[in-house]
């Protein structure tokens, strides 16, 4: 199996959908949350979740990292905000780089045979499913920023959703 070719193929998926929906995004908009229910993030933090959603966590899956992350102070955690769709925008293109470099760095070798567990789930699998993984956890926080705007009254719909180009309108 070609792991690389395939988490690359699905990180530039996800990453153009997501950058996608962050245009949309209005500047007013960053304090918004859904208005029923709770425990929903602002708009400003679910950015910023998104900006490390997938290639700060590879990372920690591929460079082992995950043990000091867990028992550090915290201090080199990612923000929890941002302060505009500028700088949510460079922080997801700094965080597939990251990303795309990292699954490179691993090749398919160790993507294929590496047996790891999360910190949150003590079940060893690939290396390349928790990448997998990851570049789903991306996905599923671009399908909430998705909602946020339809709920907002933005004219998105399922090509937005997948960054796909919008049909020919008749």
Request: with cysteine; charged share 25%; aromatic share 8%.
């Amino acid at each position: 199996m070609d792991w690389v070719a395939l988490i690359t193929s699905e990180m530039e998926d996800a990453y153009r959908a997501t950058e996608g929906l962050m245009d949309l995004v209005d500047e007013d908009k960053l304090d918004w949350v859904p208005e029923s229910g709770e425990n929903w993030m602002p708009t400003r933090e679910l950015l910023r979740h998104l900006t490390n959603a997938c290639g700060w966590c590879t990372t920690n899956f591929i460079n082992d990292s995950w043990q000091a992350v867990m028992e550090g102070d915290g201090s080199d955690a990612p923000p929890t905000t941002v302060d505009s769709v500028a700088e949510a925008k460079a922080e997801l293109a700094k965080d597939k780089a990251c990303a795309l470099e990292a699954v490179e760095q691993a090749g398919n070798e160790t993507l294929g045979s590496k047996l790891v567990a999360a910190p949150w789930d003590p079940t060893e699998r690939l290396l390349g499913q928790h990448v997998l993984q990851m570049v789903s956890h991306l996905s599923q926080h671009k399908a909430q920023l998705f909602y946020y705007l339809k709920l907002q009254g933005k004219p998105v719909n399922t090509f937005t959703m997948w960054g796909l180009p919008q049909p020919p309108s008749e």
